[in-house]
């Protein structure tokens, strides 16, 4: 869930509340994208100086739900030069997840619909060769959680001809080795990708290694709030997933499907 901090969504964290329980949702998180130093993507999140008053937002919302369960999260970019200052934001205070995201490959916001167009007589195979080496990489830095959206890189629709089985494996047995696990995120299919964050292959491959998941709708309005959470479940089972993880202060536990 995301909180209009980041000034791309809309909706206060009790109306995402609201719509989990009308749902019949048990449990939701807000991961906001995290502050970021040196004006790096600072028209799509909280400054600094917002950090705290993030943090007031969700414990405020968690007073108001005594007896929901809301978890404190962050959606933290993975950028070179931008480590430290990540390390440090994200043992500022006691989240219980951090989400780590691939947003940029050198100074592209690839996922920006503004940069589309860069997109555009590319080699992709090359583009998902270095998406998927700095996914491994995020992963290797010890920083995060959870992988975020694992597949973004196709999310105007830009797919290799090749098969790139061996880019996703690579990536995987960083996850793995990081003890993280992938955020299953139905936001895919609001996009022209129309597909879930990851793909049904890159699960198989996921459940082959031994990598967990988690259940994500990336909510930037109240409506999206566990947006398609049927389609994903069913996409997990029918790769042979049995539970996905839940985290609390930064530890997992699994929940049977
Ligand atoms: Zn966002
Ligand atoms: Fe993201």
Redesign the pocket.
Known sequence: MHTPLCRHAVGEPEEYVRQAIAKGIDEIGFSDHNPMPDGYDAAFRMTVEEFPSYIEKVVRVREQFPDFPIKLGL?ADFHDGTEDFVYNTTNEYDFDYIIG?V?YLGDWGFDNPENAKRFEGRDLFELYRQYFEKVARLAASGLYDIL??PD?IKKFGHRPERPYDDLMGQALDAVHRAGMSLDVNTSGLRRPAKEIYPSRRFLELAREVGVGVTLGSDAHKPGEVGHEFGAAVELLKSVGYRDVQRYTQREREAVSL
Do not use: D, L, Q, T
Request: hydrophobic share 15%; no cysteine.
């Open positions: 959606e995201s947003h975020g959206h973004v």
